[in-house]
């Protein structure tokens, strides 16, 4: 026992220049962890919030009982789905480099996450996601068209041009908007969830985010109303193991898992691998069939690693080992969705080279009709009077005479 | 008051099922100040929520309840502890309509109670108005009487954009001159204290003449809309006595239209003074007003202190204050 009071500072397993070093990181064998039924009491499944989920295993075969057992073209339409997620990011980062959009962020290695939750639920569920959940806009279908013009903030942004980069929305698609302030959204999908179940309505909301966010007085908020009222939501805390530059550690992920957050508040946690497709998508329909039958919400702490820096403006070899993503224990979630396909006789490296062309094209494709309506040096602009729109739902006097002011002012 | 409040959103959830009250001690109690009164008896526990200890989370849950096709309306127990929740104010609620163009809007109405001389100390007294309304995107509004307090409440409730509404507490049971020694008086007696059983509106925007006069224009809301009057009474004067109501929307025709008339100006307000929405007011007036003003406009405040426990009426900028003011604003040539 120490003998006089300590201050701990949290640290990294390894640093720029070390061997990665991820014996931190506890896991379970795949298929080891058991399904509770969906009404199961909080008391009775506080295990799934320490252990965690997996369906794949090292010889990328499906196990246990969390196994989906989802038919082959799903599966295929999933590994589509995170692969086109993927090839987006990379050229977006590139467009990024060439001076073309001002920012981008990537989910390198975290495409499971909102690719196999997407496709768990239902269309009508709303969705609150967080800054790296670009995966759902491709289940749900946006174009890509439409997100490339968010990025460039040209004629056709969604944002019209009062956005940085990725903060897309979609009312129509049932995704809310991103606001660049962390957690907001997470209580904000409880009250939805809530009004949901004030009108009756079966739709359930979700909502993401990142570990290091879950240190946001939002997250407690969002645990603790989603508990009061058994809100019929599912909030996700998607481990990747950095914020910026500090690892969870800080977000306080040392001492206890951060699903272990949700038995604490007095719901379901579940720790899931977060680079396993099978069962990212098996714990999502446990937690939404739970969340529909009012059987209260569920935290699901997804265990991944952000493969790419944080942002384009962030510089992870100055914090973490260049090579800590590919000796990351748990994977690559498209790596992993692939040898499973191929283990099953689905799926083959031809057919992955064959989709990985096919979808670039499809990318490059898209960028080359974005930029025709606009980028932020070239083309096509917005009338920069519309910035006084949308503040109230009617322009009110005083903004109208500061857009004729600034008019006069631009000539 | 607190029944012209009760009676609006009374009504207001009679006629949409889509309003909603949520808040601390609202519901089974009926809130702290009693304004929530009868209101889960008659609707329900799923649309009058009590809630946790949480002002952010009550302002949250009310954007995505917003979001989800409903009305809320959400009581922050007091003005002094709605800052927890300023980050979903000012990052969110107020910006979402302009963030997603439109596509996303919450129609929140959130209901606090402001201002001191009730004994409250420096976390029961304060009144922030002026901080929400350097905030883009939010309606801000202040009723002084219960006739008002009604009209705008359920305005606000009906709006689409998002609205905090100030409720000056020293105020709820009656006007108050300034003066603590005085006999309270109640609503009753007051003509502004009538108040209609049915729906009717005040348009949010529309600052309200109190009293027309031809000497000196005096630009005050709240509580000290009384105050005002009394010392403008005991000095004699014929004041125009313009009573805001509205900070944003501001109805700086009906301001200035006054003072181009009377030519002197003294603002009044509870809060303190340095970057006070006095400070908006005063600089408005002089933009619109300067050829025609007699004499430097004063504004009349709080001091820049917190609001003391033990020296409350050394503090609230009572009728010697104004008098002051006013008096100043006269003899200036």
Request: proline share 6%; hydrophobic share 40%.
């Amino acid at each position: 026992m120490p003998r006089r009071s300590r201050l701990h500072t949290p640290k990294p397993h390894s640093r720029p220049g070390e061997k990665p070093d991820f014996s931190y990181l506890e896991t379970s064998p795949a298929g080891a962890a058991p399904r509770p039924d969906v009404n199961a009491r909080v008391r009775d499944i506080g295990n799934l919030a320490t252990e965690l989920v997996r369906v794949l295993d090292d010889e990328h075969r499906a196990v246990g009982p969390w196994h989906p057992h989802l038919d082959a073209p799903d599966l295929q339409i999933g590994l589509k789905h995170m692969l086109l997620t993927r090839v987006f990011d990379d050229r977006m980062q590139r467009t990024q480099r060439q001076g073309k959009i001002t920012f981008y962020m990537r989910s390198l290695g975290e495409e499971a996450v909102s690719v196999a939750q997407a496709m768990a639920l239902r269309p009508g569920d709303m969705l609150f996601p967080s800054y790296r959940n670009q995966g759902l806009y491709m289940v749900r279908g946006r174009p890509l068209v439409d997100l490339m013009c968010q990025l460039l903030s040209n004629t056709r942004d969604m944002c019209k041009g009062r956005q940085l980069p990725v903060m897309y929305h979609w009312a129509a698609g049932r995704i809310f908007s991103i606001s660049g302030n962390l957690a907001t959204q997470f209580p904000q999908a409880v009250g939805w969830a809530m009004a949901a179940a004030i009108k009756g309505e079966d739709d359930i909301a979700v909502s993401w985010l990142g570990e290091g966010s879950s240190a946001e007085a939002d997250f407690h908020h969002a645990m603790l109303f989603a508990s009061v009222y058994q809100a019929p939501v599912i909030l996700n805390v998607v481990n990747n193991q950095w914020a910026i530059s500090t690892f969870q550690g800080f977000a306080g992920g040392e001492q206890r898992s951060f699903a272990a957050r949700g038995p604490g508040y007095g719901m379901a946690g579940i720790r899931v691998d977060g680079n396993d497709f099978l069962a990212v998508y098996a714990v999502t329909q446990w937690a939404a069939e739970r969340a529909r039958r009012g059987a209260g919400p569920t935290l699901i702490e997804h265990v991944t690693y952000r493969g790419a820096a944080h942002s384009t403006s962030d510089d992870p070899s100055r914090y973490r080992p260049k090579d800590d993503y590919e000796k990351w224990p748990l994977g690559d979630p498209v790596d992993r969705l692939k040898n499973h396909l191929i283990a099953l006789g689905e799926w083959s490296e031809e057919k992955h080279a064959a989709l990985t062309a096919e979808l670039d094209a499809q990318v490059a494709a898209a960028w080359k009709e974005a930029v025709t309506h606009g980028t932020l040096g070239e083309g096509p602009r917005l009338d920069p009077g519309t910035m006084f729109e949308d503040i109230f739902k009617e322009v009110p006097a005083r903004l109208v005479r500061q857009r004729e002011q600034m008019r006069a002012e631009q000539g | 008051m607190i029944q012209a409040l009760n009676s609006a959103m009374d009504i207001m959830m009679m006629r949409d099922p889509s309003v909603v009250v949520l808040g601390e001690d609202i519901g089974y109690f009926g809130g702290v100040f009693r304004v929530t009164d009868g209101l889960q008896r008659k609707y329900g526990e799923h649309r009058v929520l009590d809630t946790p200890i949480a002002e952010g989370a009550i302002v949250a849950a009310a954007i995505g309840m917003g979001v989800n096709g409903l009305r809320p309306v959400a009581e922050v127990q007091f003005a002094d502890y709605i800052y927890p929740a300023c980050d979903q104010i000012f990052s969110e609620l107020a910006r979402l309509r302009y963030r997603t163009a439109g596509e996303f809007w919450a129609p929140v109405t959130i209901r606090t109670p402001c201002g001191g001389g009730i004994r409250g100390g420096q976390t029961h007294s304060q009144s922030p108005e002026a901080i929400f309304t350097h905030v883009c995107g939010i309606k801000v509004v202040m009723p002084s009487n219960p006739y008002d307090a009604k009209g705008l409440l359920i305005a606000a409730i009906e709006d689409d954009d998002p609205v905090v509404f100030f409720e000056p507490k020293r105020v709820y049971n009656g006007p108050f001159d300034g003066n603590p020694n005085k006999a309270a008086v109640s609503w009753s007696e007051h003509a502004k204290g009538e108040v209609p059983d049915g729906y009717y509106t005040i348009p949010i925007g529309q600052a309200d003449i109190v009293r027309a006069g031809s000497q000196v224009t005096i630009v005050t809301y709240g509580t000290m809309v009384y105050v005002c009057q009394a010392a403008a009474e005991s000095l004699g004067l014929d004041a125009e006595i313009i009573d805001v109501r509205s900070m944003v929307p501001l109805d700086l025709d009906t301001i200035t239209a006054s003072v181009n008339k009377t030519g002197r100006c003294v603002i009044a307000h509870e809060a303190t003074l340095f970057s006070g929405f006095g400070a908006e007011l005063s600089a408005s007036i002089q933009e619109a007003c300067f050829w025609k003003l007699e004499a430097p406009i004063q504004r009349v405040a709080g001091w820049d202190t917190p609001y003391p426990h033990a020296f409350e009426w050394e503090y609230f900028p009572g009728q010697a204050r104004v008098a002051a003011a006013l008096k100043t604003v006269m003899e200036s040539r």
